[in-house]
């Protein structure tokens, strides 16, 4: 079966759409945003991969596995779950919604082949049906401000919208979040993600081509993301990253549900331990016009110029400017002074904290003196 991203989408071709297999911009990147914002805008987001599983055990199966609570997920419930390697690295995000008869899974177009065979892999037993559904279904994003309805319809194939409202407006039940500010930008983050039918492009491209639906590119989701410091597989993870270095306890794990595959790293390094990296923002230095790339080395702002860390993502906010998501190592001065090398330009970027250097040791458990200490 093709992948979700390997032919451009209808959407692409529209006029003035720049960029394939999804348009990243239609000519004005700064409108589209402001259009998401006041939800008169979607976003073309059919490169996402979808699978899907059914089955009476379906929901208590994926509970076992992943990181969320997920077995009293209710029909048209939507949820957030990582998938972790026995140390507690990520191997997969998903964005869960459940139908009351099939459960989806949301995922990066290039992931969606290899999870549906790795769950169909660790069935075993269990009443449960898995399919990457990439080919038949497709992905559009809206903003919901105040809890508006979205501009175009859902698929509701078993009666429930799928619709999947993004848990990062809130921390949700179990979890935890790092990130010191009582007001979280992701509290104004009403992102909506729905799955309609894949041949439902042509149709939404006809509908957009008269006027009756505006659609904003990947670059104006993007700079929302961004601003709402809320992580993404695709662009914050790499092979050795755990949820606690990007505040992903705050909406995709839950500290209290039962056993599940990297659990143990997860409750070791919140309760005893702390994370050796960690996400920041970055505001950058707009002077010379010049945006670094994600991988891009994040330098000290001093004579040695150590390195600290990379950029993982970058966009310009139609309000903060350029800014961009690093993780940087947790040792890091939170005051210190950094620039970014871009084309042989020193960009000076100024830290906002997501998670603190002290993220973790929640348990505070007391230091016990060593066997043979003598007390005074």
Not at 20 to 28: F, K, L, S, V
Not at 175 to 195: F, K, S, T, V
Not at 203 to 222: K, P
């Amino acid at each position: 079966m093709p992948s979700a991203d390997s032919a451009a989408s209808p959407l692409a071709a529209l006029p003035g759409a720049v960029g394939a297999p999804t348009a990243e911009h239609y000519g004005d990147p700064v409108a589209e945003q402001r259009a998401l914002v006041a939800g008169r805008a979607v976003v073309d987001l059919s490169d996402r991969g979808v699978v899907t599983v059914t089955g009476p055990d379906r929901l208590r199966w994926l509970d076992s596995l992943t990181s969320q609570a997920l077995a009293g997920l209710t029909p048209g419930g939507s949820a957030e779950t990582l998938l972790l390697d026995p140390n507690g690295r990520i191997e997969h995000a998903m964005h869960v919604i459940d139908d009351g008869v099939t459960t989806w899974l949301i995922v990066e177009g290039d992931e969606a082949e290899a999870l549906a065979a790795w769950l169909d892999r660790m069935r075993f037993m269990m009443q449960v049906e898995v399919a990457d559904a990439s080919g038949e279904w497709a992905v559009i994003g809206a903003m919901s401000p105040a809890g508006a309805e979205p501009s175009i319809p859902a698929a509701s194939p078993n009666g429930a919208p799928l619709v999947w409202s993004d848990p990062w407006s809130a921390v949700q039940s179990g979890g935890w979040q790092y990130a010191p500010e009582a007001e979280h930008p992701g509290c104004d983050y009403p992102a909506r993600e729905l799955i309609v039918e894949r041949a439902f492009l042509a149709e939404l491209a006809g509908l957009a081509r008269a006027g009756g639906v505006r659609f904003a590119g990947s670059l104006a989701w993007e700079a929302l993301r961004v601003a709402a410091w809320r992580p993404r597989f695709a662009a914050e993870v790499d092979e050795k990253s755990i949820p606690h270095e990007v505040d992903w306890l705050r909406s995709a794990v839950h500290l209290a549900k039962g056993c599940y595959r990297g659990q143990e790293t997860v409750a070791k390094v919140h309760n005893l331990g702390r994370p050796p990296r960690r996400i920041v923002m970055l505001h950058l230095d707009g002077s010379d016009a010049l945006l670094p790339a994600p991988g891009s080395p994040v330098h000290a702002a001093d004579a040695d110029r150590a390195d600290v860390g990379r950029i993982t993502s970058v966009a310009r906010h139609h309000e903060l400017g350029p800014i961009a998501l690093a993780v940087v190592k947790r040792s890091l001065d939170v005051a210190a002074p950094l620039v970014v090398p871009v084309d042989g330009v020193d960009v000076a970027a100024a830290q906002e904290v997501i998670v603190p250097p002290e993220a973790g040791q929640a348990a505070a458990v007391p230091r016990l003196p060593r066997l043979g200490a003598q007390r005074r």
